[in-house]
């Protein structure tokens, strides 16, 4: 079945931009979104936006002039780019199939925004 | 943004009790999109039901989703231990796609 893994720095200094990537498995298409969550330690579920194949993307209005989604289909991969970022950004962020709902998910990593 | 309000915020039980978790929209959530997810500590959210009331594959039939409009809910019939988690509701009818703040089912 599909699994989904995060890879990136864990560690971002303010002001830089974090950069992370997912790489899918087991069942890669053509036919699916993939989207970006996250989750501030001890806090909710923040949705920040996904991206089709063809490249087309949706950002959430409220992070949406820091982000940027790329996919690259030759290595089954998708990438996030969120930049200027401050303390209030530090989260796990999980990448996870689909535009609507979620399923599944990856593991999550932790990403420290920190001097 | 459609804001999703989840409520109770803790609901503690003891195995073998029913568990109600209701989720209530600011607006009406077109053709029930809502989803239901289960988060235990230190892991991915897991999604149990879509559209108010399919159950994801493989999620056990104690776990039943109803509601639409703007009340939703989520019914375990007879908890399990392994139910002991946070649940969070999030809709899909509109966009930005929105969470709910969760629900932590404990044990009592």
């Known amino acids: 079945q599909v699994q989904l893994q995060e890879s990136g720095p864990g560690l971002v200094k303010p002001s830089e931009t974090l950069s992370l990537t997912c790489s899918v498995s087991?069942?890669?298409?053509?036919?699916?979104?993939w989207s970006w969550i996250r989750q501030p330690p001890g806090k909710g579920l923040e949705w920040i936006g996904y991206?089709?194949?063809?490249?087309?993307?949706n950002y959430n209005p409220s992070l949406k002039s820091r982000v940027t989604m790329s996919v690259d289909t030759s290595k089954n991969q998708f990438s996030l780019k969120l930049s200027s970022v401050t303390v209030a950004d530090t989260a796990v962020y999980y990448c996870?199939?689909?535009?609507?709902?979620?399923?599944?998910w990856g593991q999550g990593t932790l990403v420290t925004v920190s001097s | 943004e459609i804001v999703l309000t989840q409520s109770p915020g803790t609901l503690s039980l003891s195995p073998g009790e029913r568990a109600t978790l209701s989720c209530r929209a600011s607006?009406?959530?077109?053709?029930?999109?809502l989803a239901w997810y289960q988060q235990k500590p230190g892991q991915a959210p897991r999604l149990l039901i879509y559209?108010?009331?399919s159950r994801a594959t493989g999620i056990p039939d104690r776990f039943s989703g109803s509601g639409s409009g703007t009340d939703f809910t989520l019914t375990i019939s007879r908890v399990e231990p392994e139910d002991f988690a946070v649940y969070y509701c999030?809709?899909?009818?509109?966009?930005?796609?929105?969470f709910g703040q969760g629900t932590k089912v404990e044990i009592k």
């Open positions: 996870a199939r689909g535009a609507a709902r979620f399923d599944p």
């Open positions: 087991g069942g890669y298409n053509n036919d699916y979104y």
């Open positions: 991206i089709y194949y063809s490249g087309s993307t």
């Open positions: 607006q009406s959530v077109s053709s029930s999109y």
């Open positions: 559209g108010a009331s």
């Open positions: 999030q809709q899909y009818g509109s966009s930005p796609r929105t």
